[in-house]
């Protein structure tokens, strides 16, 4: 279940790209920015992510940190 180890989010917008998504969400304070497959379902308020730590990359001032 993503609601044990995922963070709720408001889905702010999504752009359909055709071969892609991209959902723009708000998390606390933060914007997000999320690609998905096109196949993939958007709710249309609230979301729950998880972040794989094989894909995470944190960013510093333009630096991975």
């Known amino acids: ?7 709720e989010v408001a889905v702010v917008s999504v752009e359909n790209l055709g071969a ?3 959902v723009t969400a708000k998390m606390g304070e933060s914007l997000v920015k999320i690609n998905l ?4 379902a ?3 308020d609230r979301a729950w992510l998880t972040f794989p730590k ?3 990359r944190i960013y ?4 991975l940190v």
């Not at 279940?1 to 963070?7: E, F, I, S």
């Open 60 to 63: 510093a001032d333009e630096y």
């Open 37 to 40: 497959p096109e196949e993939q």
């Open 42 to 44: 958007v709710p249309a």
């Open 54 to 56: 094989e894909w995470v």
């Open 20 to 22: 892609y998504k991209i």
């Open 1 to 7: 279940n993503p609601r044990d180890n995922g963070v």
